[in-house]
């Protein structure tokens, strides 16, 4: 996939994963936003000679591993299993874990339009 259609392909992931949220289907949006920080840690791999395609989880654990520093706290949030009771251990916001990682790796500057 081109570099283009892969941003494309993230923007649109995103705001999915945001519309999803204002109807009230926050894990619906939860998996959307770690497909698309999924795909951003996949094209930044991929930039670098790396092995292509691998599922977002396992691409969020490498960024969790091996990363940079800043993005290993959003990255293992990302990979957390809700609660029995379908809450997040944590307080921050997915999308925002998403957004920042999306932003970082690939510099997308405007992952909200």
């Not at 670098?48 to 293992?76: D, K, S, V």
């Not at 957390?80 to 998403?98: I, M």
């Amino acid at each position: 996939m081109r570099p283009e259609q892969t941003t494309s392909r993230i923007r649109a992931e995103l705001a999915y994963a945001r519309a999803a949220r204002e109807h009230g289907k926050v894990g619906r949006a939860r998996v959307s936003a770690r497909r698309a920080a999924g795909w951003a840690v996949g094209a930044f791999l991929s930039r670098r000679g790396e092995p292509p395609y691998r599922g977002a989880f396992e691409l969020l654990g490498w960024l969790e591993r091996e990363g940079p520093e800043q993005l290993r706290p959003p990255a293992a949030r990302l990979r957390q299993q809700v609660t029995k009771d379908h809450r997040l251990p944590h307080d921050e916001d997915p999308l925002e874990d998403a957004e920042l990682i999306v932003h970082t790796l690939l510099g997308l500057m405007n992952t909200t339009q």
